[in-house]
């Protein structure tokens, strides 16, 4: 029993674990959403565009979390301004804003000429957490949280039926914008967690999971949440006990679990091919 | 079973509306739908969508849509619906602007125009026909619930009410849209479609509870393709051809004098 204890004597695996609970129960809560409205690709790419803002506040000695947060609203905010009214589609608008970004932030880094500190930006590392980290990890995460609960029936309709939002006065449109702004910061926390590069791992992976096994939305947010800690938690140890990168422990967790789930899905599938009723 | 619809009904407003126009009052003595030179044009596309297009829907009345794929018929319901903004024209419901009274306008949607892999249960899908009523803040509370199994009983999917949506047949997920525009409480039905790709049972339960919803004072604008039932069913057809309105056939009886509560059983009197 010893060593399921032992790492959780030192503050900072502690500081570590409860900033992955709380970032893994935001993006995967948000995650649902994305994944229902179709949106994977976008969150990778809000992600990536982080970048430049990182490299900004980390040149100017300021607050990374909010040079993240500013570059990801900014273009969150921009895709949604760009692919407004189809002028545009969206994967386009998403193609030409996340590459352009992320190149920004490498040219940035290369003037600097020093990679390394930046590696963790890329790759993260909730190892270092700080308690100011973690303060601004919990205020985002709260934020997040209370706005999806308070909307939660307006984003649903709005994904099921655009239409009928619009003929009783709720605009889509300003639907989508609220959830990029979400996703803008829930994204940066992630980035706190795991690195821009994985972030959208973790707000993709745990929903997509919890999809393959339930079709009910209350369930899927619950199993996605539950499957992020048990993933936070199975990373952490990993990366204690194997030294190995705790951003990409996490990451791989999650992405066992939705080995296992699939096939799991896939096995019970074919038992029960025509009675099939995930409830 | 059978209960009579509930309107007029008391209306509360919600604590945060959707719109921030507010809920006004039918003006007295305006017919459900006006419209006059209404004229809407797509981004992209060469030609108007409408062109100078005038209708009328008196209290009362079912008017039915007619007319080839792309003669406009859908884009006329959105624009009434609030969904398209017209070039030029002007439109009212109850003497009212679009956008005033979202809670006295039902819209039904094409079947095709929702993403049916969403997980909802034919009760959620429903339910969020009394959004309109509830707004910002506000969640469903018993009433509601009330008020939605019994939409589902008067539809005849009570014992799909926790079935997935993306579970249901052509002609189930119609009754469900269906039973969602009931469950609003609307006097104004604009039905795109609603008889597409449905069984005789379903074209049966529509019309019945079409015609109850005009003997309450209830009025009807449908585009359909089901020319069959068109004069036992209808008051009224606007026949559009490319945008324009080619004809407006009445059924038997003055169309702008149809105050009169509707005979019980509608036959066709032509």
């Not at chain 2, 060469?46 to 079912?62: N, P």
């Not at chain 2, 209808?234 to 056939?249: M, T």
């Amino acid at each position: 029993m010893n060593w399921l204890l032992e790492p959780f004597q030192y503050s900072f695996m502690r500081q570590a674990l409860l900033a992955s609970l709380l970032v893994g129960t935001t993006c995967s809560l948000l995650g649902v959403y994305v994944v229902l409205r179709r949106m994977a690709f976008l969150g990778d790419a809000v992600a990536h565009t982080t970048l430049p803002g990182l490299v900004i506040a980390y040149l100017n000695h300021w607050n990374l979390f909010v040079g993240a947060i500013v570059a990801a609203v900014i273009t969150a905010l921009g895709i949604g301004w760009l692919s407004r009214g189809q002028r545009l589609r969206e994967d386009t608008a998403i193609g030409v804003s996340f590459s352009g970004m992320f190149a920004l932030g490498i040219v940035m880094i290369s003037r600097v000429q020093s990679y390394r500190d930046f590696s963790h930006m890329l790759f993260g590392n909730v190892l270092g957490v700080t308690t100011a980290d973690l303060v601004g990890i919990g205020i985002v995460s709260f934020l997040v949280c209370a706005v999806l609960l308070l909307v939660n029936k307006e984003l649903m309709l709005t994904t099921v039926d655009p239409l009928h939002g619009e003929s009783i006065g709720l605009s889509a449109e300003r639907m989508r914008y609220l959830l990029l702004i979400l996703l803008a910061l829930t994204v940066v926390t992630g980035i706190q967690a795991v690195g821009v590069v994985l972030t959208t791992a973790l707000i993709v992976t745990p929903a997509a999971t919890a999809s393959l096994i339930t079709r009910r939305l209350d369930r899927m947010l619950l199993l996605a949440v539950v499957f992020s800690a048990c993933s936070s938690v199975a990373g952490l140890y990993a990366s204690y006990y194997l030294s190995i990168s705790s951003g990409g422990a996490i990451v791989l967790a999650c992405t066992v679990l939705f080995g296992v789930a699939y096939l799991a899905t896939r096995i019970h599938w074919r038992q029960l091919p025509a009675q099939y009723d995930a409830t | 079973m059978n209960q009579s619809p509930e309107f007029p009904h008391s209306h509360e407003e919600p604590w945060l509306p959707y719109s921030g126009r507010g809920h006004r009052d039918p003006r007295a003595g305006q017919p459900a739908v006006q419209v006059e030179h209404l004229s809407v044009r797509y981004r992209k596309a060469g030609s108007d969508a409408l062109h100078a297009v005038s209708l009328e829907v008196a209290i009362g009345q079912r008017v039915a849509l007619v007319g080839p794929n792309g003669a406009g018929k859908s884009t006329l319901l959105k624009a009434l619906a609030g969904l398209v903004k017209p070039q030029s024209g002007h439109m009212a419901l109850f003497g009212n602007p679009v956008g005033a009274c979202h809670h006295r306008t039902a819209y039904l949607p094409q079947r095709t125009d929702l993403d049916w892999q969403s997980p909802l249960t034919v009760s959620d899908l429903v339910m969020t026909g009394r959004y309109v009523h509830l707004g910002w803040l506000s969640w469903p509370g018993q009433a509601d619930r009330v008020r939605v199994r019994r939409v589902l009983e008067r539809m005849g999917i009570a014992d799909l009410a926790e079935r997935q949506i993306s579970d249901l047949s052509g002609g189930q997920q119609q009754r469900t849209l269906l039973a969602r525009a009931l469950v609003q409480e609307a006097s104004l039905f604009l039905l795109d479609e609603p008889l597409n790709a449905v069984d005789e049972a379903t074209r049966d339960v529509v019309d019945e509870l079409l015609t109850q919803h005009t003997q309450c004072g209830g009025s009807v604008l449908v585009a359909t393709h089901d020319l069959g039932r068109l004069m036992e069913s209808f008051d009224s057809a606007v026949y559009l051809c490319e945008g324009q309105v080619e004809s407006i056939l009445p059924f038997g009886r003055d169309p702008l004098a149809s105050l009169a509560p509707r005979p019980a059983s509608s036959g066709a009197s032509k």
